[in-house]
C-alpha cells in the first residue's frame, strides 16, 4: 500500500541563534507542502470540545482511576469524491499517558508537573459510509495488515470498509460517532489543593492513501 499523505502539514520552522554566532552572507528558507488534486473534510460537533466542568476532588478513587461521564461527538468525513483515506489520532500530550499505545493523555498537573492526571479512550462506533453500515478498520503498521477494531488506539490508522471486506474502501461520505471516555488519576498520586484543568488535546488526522 502507497504511503499516506498526510491532511495537514508544518510548512515552516524558524531556530534563533546567540549573538556571538558569526553573521553569515546567506541563509537558507525552505518552504515545503503538497498540492492534491481532491480533498475531504473531517468535521466534528461541538467544535470538537468535551467539556467536563469541575469535578470536586472529594469525588475523585484515592487509589484507582475514576472515570468520568462518557462523551459522544459526531463525526464526519466528507470527501469532494469517493477517496481511499484513513483517520488517524495525534496525541498532544503523549508523555502525561497513563497507558501508553492505548490511551491518550490528559496532560500534567499545572501545580505539580511531575504528575499526570489522566488518560482518554477514543472509539469510533455505528459508522455509515455512503449510506451503508461500515465496518471499522484498524492497522498498527501503517496500513500493511488490518483487523476489524473500533477503538481508535494513538497512531493507529483506522479505515472503512463493507461489513466482511478486511481492507479499506474508498469513500465520499463516512459519518460516525466517536465515543470519549477521560479517567482522571487516583487522587492519592495528584496535589489537589489548588485548582487543576484537565488539558488534553487529540488531533484526528486524516491520510489519503
Known sequence: MTKAIPHSLALLCLLGVSQTTLAASN??????GRITPHACDV?????GLVDHGKVPARSLNQHELTPLPGRQLDLSVNCDEALLFVLMGV???????LGP???YGLGWNVNAPTERLGNVSLAIRNAVADGEPAL???????????????NAYPDTYMGFAKPGTLVPEPHRLVTAWL???????AAAFLTLNQ?????GEIVLDLRYL
Request: charged residues 15%; aromatic residues 8%.
Open 27 to 32: 541563509v537558507e528558507l525552505n518552504v515545503q
Open 43 to 47: 468535521l466534528l460537533s461541538d467544535g
Open 91 to 97: 496525541d498532544s500530550r503523549p508523555d502525561s499517558s
Open 101 to 103: 499505545g492505548f490511551y
Open 136 to 150: 471499522v478498520l484498524a492497522s498498527s503498521n501503517q496500513g500493511l495488515t488490518w483487523f476489524p477494531e473500533n
Open 179 to 185: 465515543h470519549i471516555n477521560t479517567s482522571i488519576n
Open 195 to 199: 485548582e487543576v484543568p484537565l488539558d
